[in-house]
């Protein structure tokens, strides 16, 4: 029986886009930002960390995740975090999204343990 290998990588894309679409809001005029803007993006994010956090328990083995993906995830969780604006923004969401940012780091170390190993005699 072969074992499926489960690729997150478009996953992972989606939830780049998302963060980099708030980064991209938060970095606007601050009082241009919509706080309804702020709660959908959010809760794209809720669901696709929820997806990530389900496919990194479920799964017994997953593709190689993109380094460059897991880079740019990493980068954009960064710059939100530090972004000037960001507690002013986010505001009563900041508890919020910072419980979404540990989900997928959580999510992206758990893809890193499951990743078929290679075997070198092969």
Same mark, same amino acid.
């Given at each position: ?17 998302? $963060?980099?679409? $708030? ?11 919509? !706080?309804? !803007? ?6 794209? =994010? ?6 990530? +956090? ?6 017994? *083995? %997953? &593709?190689?995740? !993109?380094?460059?993906?897991? /880079?740019? =995830? /990493?980068? $954009? ?7 000037? +604006?960001?507690?002013?923004? %986010? ?5 919020? =999204? =910072?419980?979404?940012?540990? /989900? %997928?780091?959580?999510?992206? +170390?758990?893809? *890193? &343990? ?9």
């Amino acid at each position: 029986m072969a074992v499926t290998r489960t690729n997150v990588n478009s996953l992972v894309t989606h939830t780049c886009q998302e $963060l980099q679409t $708030l980064k991209s809001k938060i970095g606007e005029d601050v009082s241009n930002v919509n !706080d309804e !803007d702020i709660k959908a993006i959010l809760s794209s =994010l809720q669901h696709d960390t929820n997806l990530l +956090a389900k496919e990194a328990h479920q799964q017994r *083995e %997953i &593709s190689h995740l !993109d380094p460059k993906l897991k /880079k740019d =995830l /990493k980068t $954009l969780i960064f710059q939100i975090q530090h972004s000037p +604006a960001f507690s002013q923004v %986010i505001g009563a969401h900041q508890s919020q =999204l =910072l419980g979404v940012f540990r /989900k %997928i780091e959580t999510s992206i +170390a758990k893809f *890193e &343990s499951k990743v078929e190993k290679i075997d070198p005699m092969m």
